[in-house]
């Protein structure tokens, strides 16, 4: 289990690496994903960046959660990607990474995602709506260095912009 990083740590602005599913150091990444995620019963959700790993993997478990209509159980995802998007809708979201604020997020509320399972070559498509669709593009953004205050028009972002007189 490893600590949550809070904004604006670099990290969480980075563009993730891709990685290898069969690399032991992947495993031990979905390891400490999963193990950080259970140890936190009010998060559903968890990126690797978030932990302090530059890498293309998430968690999820929306099952608990009492506005999920789907839920995969829990998942650990190398490498995913969107590949479906449809029916729009605004909802309230918070992060890990950012505990002290919520926002309204526009999201889209069915999706398909493809990605590997940590140790195997096993590709795998989730189909998921409302609630857990919420979940895995919010993890899906912190790959992309993006925070949900990020996707909120007139929010500050939270990530630290160099000013031209920086060095």
Known sequence: MRGVLRAPHATLSARSLPADPADPAVLAVADDLLATLRAQ????????PQIGYGLRLIAFDARRHPRSRSAAGETVLVNPRLVQASRWE???EGCASVTELTAD?????????LGVLPGTAQAVTIEADAFEAR???????????????????????LHRRPHSCDA
């Open 41 to 48: 019963p009010r998060r559903v959700g968890l990126a690797a």
């Open 90 to 92: 605004t909802g309230r």
């Open 105 to 113: 997020v526009p999201r889209a509320t069915r999706i398909t995602v």
């Open 135 to 157: 979940c895995i593009q919010h993890q899906l953004d912190h790959l992309d260095g993006v925070l949900f205050l990020d996707r909120v028009p007139g929010a500050l972002s």
